[in-house]
């Protein structure tokens, strides 16, 4: 059984819409909700209210040549929670071991997991962590692990509670000494790590500054460096290698007929992964079987994003890879199908213009990262994106048959584990402290009203993606020319989300309506 959208009402229509890289495409179909209430905001949140469109009707699949996957936590599902303990344990243990931080950061609580949140900024000079509304305003605010009051905030980030990064991060995305944004499950936890890590300063009395991200890099670095899986350094490759299915959700077969179908239909398909070659052939042999390789035309692994979308001059040659050891001589171009390592997007453009034999190849890309494969490719690729976002599920949005047959074998092993597992939150859903990913409620101070804002996270979905989904099954049992919704600026920003918007962004237009 495939994830059916809510009922809805066909329409169809003639008109236009410009998407975000500026190609114009025609519609003929638009789903309507089947709820009075969502078509009547919908018609007056429309710039074109003749034409009530609350979806937008694209063959995003059947209409490209070129079909591209990231590979963690987008064709390959993890276990959130078994994983995210891995992490932060591995992450801890080093400062522990290594740097002389307390034995006490190891332990934790189920309701401690409440506090991991994606779409975090954590600022490196003062030890605060911020959630970020689409114009920069402070939403949220904790000081290590404890919540800042409204009037805290406002003396922090003055009366509009206005982030002083935020131009840079919303406009480049880029890493930075003073800030680090966490969208991604692989460094989630360490959100939770640098939350305590600040808590557990303040209690000795020392000075909060950017000093001890020095350590969490080399805590990052000692586990997921590219030489760690070969050499079982660390605590995670280790506990991965012993255990893949503790951690990893094998694709269904409706996902591994999917991307065959794709490919019969000649479709050029791409893996684009930074994860480096022997984790990434760790991970398909598990989740796709070990025939894995037939299913894409090219592999690209340790491609080092977003990196890999550079122009000249900072763009990576490519690399052959000889028993998963890079050589060390770059490729001049790329020249045929293959597997790779690094890399840069225009040398692989100039390949898929000579598979495809058109000019200008149209590239659909699939990512769960905002900062790796979602601006990158679309800002520089040109790529249409299709963004992975797990918290959808967290909202109402139903999971289809094969997620939950995958997210059941996530049972903890043991009862050590099943007893850890009571009350721990999973990182993709709702937080107490945090609130929604997508919406949450502002006020400017005591006694203002308040207001909901969307999410700079959320935000920046609209923007740089062309659709988003809670997991590829979701839509694997579709056919190639179904008709998605997609984003597009001047319709409403529940427009492209499939099989439908997340709760909390329906309920901001209900209430707009009424």
Same mark, same amino acid.
């Given at each position: 059984?495939?994830?059916?959208?809510?009922?809805?009402?066909?329409?169809?229509?003639?008109?236009?819409?410009?998407?975000?890289?500026?190609?114009?495409?025609?519609?003929?179909?638009?789903?309507?909700?089947?709820?009075?209430?969502?078509?009547?905001?919908?018609?007056?949140?429309?710039?074109?209210?003749?034409?009530?469109? *609350?979806?937008?009707?694209?063959?995003?699949?059947?209409?490209? /040549?070129?079909?591209?996957?990231?590979?963690?936590?987008?064709?390959?599902?993890?276990?959130?929670?078994?994983?995210?303990? @891995?992490?932060? %344990?591995?992450?801890?243990?080093?400062?522990?071991?290594?740097?002389?931080? /307390?034995?006490? @950061?190891?332990?934790?609580?189920?309701?401690?997991?409440?506090?991991?949140?994606?779409?975090?900024?954590?600022?490196?000079?003062?030890?605060?962590?911020?959630?970020?509304? +689409?114009?920069?305003?402070?939403?949220?605010?904790?000081?290590?692990?404890?919540?800042?009051?409204? &009037?805290?905030?406002?003396?922090?980030?003055?009366?509009?509670?206005?982030?002083?990064?935020?131009?840079?991060?919303?406009?480049?995305?880029?890493?930075?000494?003073?800030?680090?944004?966490?969208?991604?499950?692989?460094?989630?936890?360490?959100?939770?790590?640098?939350?305590?890590?600040?808590?557990?300063?303040?209690?000795?009395?020392?000075?909060?500054?950017?000093?001890?991200?020095?350590?969490? *890099?080399?805590?990052?670095?000692?586990?997921?460096?590219?030489?760690?899986?070969?050499?079982?350094?660390?605590?995670?490759?280790?506990?991965?290698?012993?255990?893949?299915?503790?951690?990893?959700?094998?694709?269904?077969?409706?996902?591994?007929?999917?991307?065959?179908?794709?490919?019969?239909?000649?479709?050029?398909?791409?893996?684009?992964?930074?994860?480096?070659?022997?984790?990434?052939?760790?991970?398909?042999?598990?989740?796709?079987?070990?025939?894995?390789? %037939?299913?894409?035309?090219?592999?690209?692994?340790?491609?080092?994003?977003?990196?890999?979308?550079?122009?000249?001059?900072?763009?990576?040659?490519?690399?052959?890879?000889?028993?998963?050891?890079?050589?060390?001589?770059?490729?001049?171009?790329?020249?045929?199908?293959?597997?790779?390592?690094?890399?840069?997007?225009?040398?692989?453009?100039?390949?898929?213009?000579?598979?495809?034999?058109?000019?200008?190849?149209?590239?659909?890309?699939?990512?769960?990262?905002?900062?790796?494969?979602?601006?990158?490719?679309?800002?520089?690729?040109?790529?249409?994106? *299709?963004?992975?976002?797990?918290?959808? +599920?967290?909202?109402?949005?139903?999971?289809?048959?094969?997620?939950?047959?995958? %997210?059941?074998?996530?049972?903890?092993?043991?009862?050590?584990?099943?007893?850890?597992?009571?009350?721990?939150?999973?990182?993709?859903?709702?937080? &107490?402290?945090?609130?929604?990913?997508? *919406?949450?409620?502002?006020?400017?101070?005591?006694?203002?009203?308040?207001?909901?804002?969307?999410?700079?996270?959320?935000?920046?979905?609209?923007?740089?993606?062309?659709?988003?989904?809670?997991?590829?099954?979701?839509?694997?049992?579709?056919?190639?020319?179904?008709?998605?919704?997609?984003?597009?600026?001047?319709?409403?920003?529940?427009?492209?989300?499939?099989?439908?918007?997340?709760?909390?962004? @329906?309920?901001?237009?209900?209430?707009?309506?009424?």
């Amino acid at each position: 059984m495939f994830c059916a959208p809510p009922p809805y009402i066909t329409i169809a229509v003639d008109a236009e819409c410009q998407t975000m890289n500026e190609q114009f495409v025609d519609l003929d179909l638009l789903y309507v909700y089947d709820s009075a209430w969502l078509l009547e905001t919908f018609c007056k949140a429309s710039p074109c209210n003749s034409n009530p469109r *609350v979806a937008v009707g694209t063959n995003i699949l059947e209409d490209c /040549d070129v079909i591209g996957f990231d590979l963690d936590h987008t064709l390959c599902r993890y276990h959130l929670k078994e994983t995210s303990r @891995l992490i932060y %344990e591995s992450f801890t243990r080093y400062l522990v071991e290594h740097r002389d931080y /307390d034995k006490d @950061l190891l332990i934790l609580t189920p309701a401690s997991w409440d506090f991991c949140f994606k779409g975090l900024v954590v600022d490196l000079e003062d030890g605060n962590l911020v959630k970020l509304a +689409e114009d920069g305003t402070v939403l949220r605010a904790t000081h290590g692990t404890n919540n800042l009051s409204t &009037e805290e905030i406002i003396k922090h980030y003055g009366s509009k509670r206005e982030w002083k990064n935020f131009n840079t991060l919303n406009t480049s995305f880029t890493k930075s000494t003073k800030y680090y944004f966490y969208d991604n499950y692989f460094d989630l936890p360490g959100a939770l790590l640098c939350g305590r890590v600040v808590d557990m300063l303040r209690k000795r009395g020392n000075e909060v500054n950017s000093d001890f991200w020095k350590d969490m *890099v080399a805590a990052i670095d000692h586990n997921y460096n590219t030489s760690a899986f070969k050499e079982d350094a660390g605590w995670y490759f280790p506990s991965v290698k012993r255990d893949p299915g503790r951690y990893l959700q094998p694709c269904s077969e409706s996902v591994k007929t999917w991307l065959r179908s794709m490919k019969s239909a000649g479709k050029v398909l791409l893996l684009i992964t930074s994860s480096h070659s022997d984790y990434c052939r760790l991970i398909c042999d598990h989740i796709l079987g070990k025939d894995w390789e %037939e299913l894409f035309d090219i592999i690209i692994t340790n491609a080092l994003k977003p990196g890999f979308f550079s122009l000249v001059p900072q763009q990576r040659p490519f690399r052959t890879l000889v028993n998963d050891v890079e050589e060390s001589e770059g490729l001049p171009s790329l020249d045929k199908p293959g597997w790779y390592s690094q890399g840069n997007w225009p040398h692989l453009h100039q390949l898929l213009k000579t598979m495809t034999g058109k000019p200008e190849p149209t590239v659909v890309y699939f990512g769960d990262s905002m900062r790796s494969d979602m601006f990158p490719a679309s800002t520089f690729g040109k790529w249409e994106t *299709v963004m992975i976002v797990e918290e959808m +599920e967290g909202e109402g949005v139903p999971r289809c048959d094969a997620a939950k047959t995958n %997210e059941a074998q996530a049972e903890p092993r043991g009862k050590k584990g099943k007893f850890e597992d009571q009350g721990m939150k999973a990182p993709s859903a709702p937080s &107490e402290q945090w609130g929604s990913y997508f *919406v949450d409620s502002h006020k400017s101070g005591e006694g203002d009203e308040e207001s909901q804002k969307l999410t700079w996270c959320c935000h920046s979905i609209h923007k740089y993606s062309t659709m988003a989904i809670p997991s590829v099954e979701s839509i694997a049992d579709l056919p190639l020319n179904y008709k998605f919704p997609r984003f597009c600026p001047n319709k409403p920003c529940t427009t492209g989300y499939y099989p439908r918007p997340p709760d909390s962004l @329906l309920r901001k237009f209900q209430s707009q309506s009424s």
